[in-house]
């Protein structure tokens, strides 16, 4: 993923302190360098490891669950009755539980970097600190944040803010951790121009990175032109919420305007396919924001963690829509799942490519099951169509191997299912107590 875009066969990496040291024929550096450490990676594919632009790791806690509720027919329902309630039993033991085994299948699926936002209005005081914990522990890194929304109350809003403000600057006193700070608030139909401006300023102000929901459904544009008179975009330019530190996630109701505002500030979008199709709110304009440069990076939402299943997904899904096999290639999918997502965030300078110089954050894949020839032709097509998370084998970050073997070095995988299942049976407790419903359906 370096500018030239190079696939080189045969090569070896070297790493020093963390960092790309070289990129070499083989035979030359057997030569050249002793090695402490030796990871095989014959008949293999080393890539950087991969960047999830958007997601809530709380989402973990949902899987399977089967809620009492009258079955949402729209994007609001599900999340008036899906989410919401959700947010509000989340504990701050909750948010460890699902970080840490969220952390577990990002990391044994070879992504390196997250962007993370957590949302629970009754567990906000010092719940990234939690967050961070499990990052930590497993190794990866991760941008995180807390979702300021002011649905209940603009009180709720104030305390969403601080918990952010408490922890960017708790992190930029440690700046050596994998865990950094970003400002995040909820959408633009639960938040008011002053909590806006206040966020956006701060921000700035501490030179963080800020992302908001933007037009995931049809809400937002409602909304937007019927309290302001403009639509969602054109409603955050006017508050400068827009630039190359602000990640708009979904964009999927976007119109020609909207997407030459995102293009001509190179403010840069987060792509959820799968959550997309989960929630049915439609097909986001990617190919479009493509032909116009912006930079998009691919995220999971909270929803499936493995990011080759995401990259086949964003394959596939313009694909069908456009009814055109040239919609969008393999190769584009695979920027955004890497490159692109760094950039998004400020640090494409030092991950999202194997660079000499930049941080040895790399993956080691070795296909279980591989039916044809794996070579520097073919390998972006094996990404694509062939490779899953358990084909990762090996994952470095900073140059320290936290997965070998498929197996995670850093923390016991056992111990962490119980964790977030223990967590997680305590939970749907907790939402079969609050919301005594109709329906039952399965997610
Ligand atoms: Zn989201």
Known sequence: ????????????VAVENGRI????????????HTTAQVLDASAAIVMPGLVCSHSHLYGMLLRGATLKINPPTDFTQILQRVWWPVDEALT??????????ACVEFAKSGVTTFADTYSGPNSTVGVLDQVRKAVEEIGIRGFIAFEATERHSKDEGERGVEENLRFAKKCQANPSGKAKPLFSLHASFTVSDDL???????????????????????????????NYGKRTVERLRDLNMVGPDVILAHCVNLDENEMEIIARTKTGVAHNPMSNMLNAVGVAPITKMLEKNVNIGLGND??????????????????VHHRDPNAIDAYTVLEMATINGARLYGVDSEIGSIEVGKRADLIVIRPLILPTPLNARSVVGHIINTVD??????VIVDGRPIVKNRLLQTFGEAQAQSISQTAATELWARLENATPQIDSRGR
């Not at 993923?1 to 070896?12: A, N, S, V």
């Not at 990129?23 to 550096?29: A, D, H, V, Y």
């Not at 080759?308 to 313009?318: D, G, I, Q, S, W």
């Open 1 to 12: 993923m370096d500018r030239q875009r190079r696939i080189l066969e045969g090569h070896t």
């Open 21 to 32: 040291a070289a990129i070499e024929k083989t035979e030359e550096q057997q030569r050249q």
């Open 92 to 101: 701050v033991n909750d948010a460890y539980a699902s970080a840490l085994v």
């Open 196 to 226: 806006i401006r206040k966020v956006r300023a701060l921000a700035l102000e501490f030179r963080v990175p800020i992302t908001i929901h933007t037009s995931e459904g049809m809400v937002d544009v409602h909304h937007n032109l019927e």
């Open 302 to 319: 909270g929803y499936i963690f493995d990011m080759f299943e995401n990259m086949r997904a964003t394959y596939l899904v313009h694909r």
């Open 389 to 394: 998370g358990d084909d990762v084998e090996h």
